[in-house]
C-alpha cells in the first residue's frame, strides 16, 4: 500500500555532513507523522527525530543542536540533515512513517505505519 525508500546514506569523515531522505509513496491520502530511527550493531533501535504533518519537531538528546530533521509534503519526502557527524553515528538509519490511506480523493478511514529498507551511515576517518 505504501512504500518508503530511503537514500542518501554513505561513508563520512568525523566532523562531516550527510543528508538523507526518504520519499513516500503509494495509496497516500496524508501523511500524518514521519521521522528517523537508527540501530548500531548490537544495540536496539533509536529515535532520532520525528516530524509532524504541521511541523513540530522532535529530536533526541544525543543529536540536537547538530540534525535537522524537515519534510516536504508536496512530494511527501522526509529529510535528515545531519551535520558534526561523530563515529557514535555510526548505524543504520530508517525512515518511519504513518500515513492516512486514499480512497479515491479522501481518506478511507485507515492508517498504515510502516518502515524503509535502511540506509547505512558509517562515521569513520
Known amino acids: 500500500q505504501v512504500q518508503l525508500v530511503e537514500s542518501g546514506g554513505g561513508l563520512v569523515q568525523p566532523g562531516g555532513s550527510l543528508r538523507l531522505s526518504c520519499a513516500a509513496s503509494?495509496?497516500?491520502?496524508?501523511?500524518?507523522?514521519m521521522g528517523w530511527y537508527r540501530q548500531a550493531p548490537g544495540h536496539q533501535r533509536e529515535l532520532v527525530a520525528t516530524i509532524t504533518s504541521g511541523g513540530n519537531t522532535d529530536y533526541s538528546d544525543s543529536v540536537k543542536g547538530r540534525f535537522t530533521i524537515s519534510r516536504d509534503n508536496v512530494n511527501n519526502t522526509v529529510y535528515l540533515q545531519m551535520n558534526s557527524l561523530k563515529p557514535g553515528d555510526t548505524a543504520v538509519y530508517y525512515c518511519n512513517a504513518e500515513v492516512g490511506l486514499r480512497d479515491g480523493s479522501s481518506w478511507d478511514g485507515s492508517t498504515w505505519h510502516g518502515w524503509g529498507q535502511g540506509t547505512q551511515v558509517t562515521v569513520s576517518s
Open positions: 503509494g495509496n497516500i491520502f496524508s501523511i500524518l507523522h
